[in-house]
C-alpha cells in the first residue's frame, strides 16, 4: 500500500524554524521525484519545494527560496522542508506529494505571535 505520511508541523513564532518529514513506504522511493506542497486557507494548493531522485535539481517556490531547503534520504524513504525565518504568509497545510501521484495527508504549520 504505497503511503506518504508528513509530520513535524507546529505552531511557530514569525522568524522561527520548523522540519518536516515525509516518510514513503509501499513504493520504491528512490524512483520518484518528490515535492512539498502547501494550501492555505480560501487559496490553492501550491508546490513549495521539489527534488529530483538523485538531488542534484531542485524547484523552489519564489517565496520561500533562501528559506527553505528540501532534501531527501533514499535510505530512510524520508524527504525533508527545513524552513528558516517563517512569516505569518507560510501559514498553511503542508503536503507530500510523490512523482507516482500519491499524497499525503498533511501537516498543519501556523506562524503566529
Known amino acids: 500500500q504505497v503511503q506518504l505520511v508528513e509530520s513535524g508541523g507546529g505552531l511557530v513564532q514569525p522568524g522561527g524554524s520548523l522540519r518536516l518529514f515525509c516518510v514513503a513506504s509501499g513504493f520504491t522511493f528512490s524512483s520518484y521525484s518528490m515535492s512539498w506542497y502547501r494550501q492555505a486557507p480560501g487559496k490553492e494548493r501550491e508546490r513549495v519545494a521539489r527534488i529530483r531522485t538523485d538531488s542534484t535539481t531542485v524547484y523552489y517556490f519564489d517565496s520561500v527560496k533562501g528559506r527553505f531547503t528540501i532534501s531527501r534520504d533514499n535510505a530512510k524513504n524520508t524527504v525533508y522542508l527545513q524552513m528558516n525565518s517563517l512569516k505569518p504568509e507560510d501559514t498553511a497545510v503542508y503536503y507530500c506529494?510523490?512523482?507516482?501521484?500519491?499524497w499525503g495527508q498533511g501537516t498543519q504549520v501556523t506562524v503566529s505571535s
Open positions: 506529494y510523490a512523482g507516482n501521484g500519491a
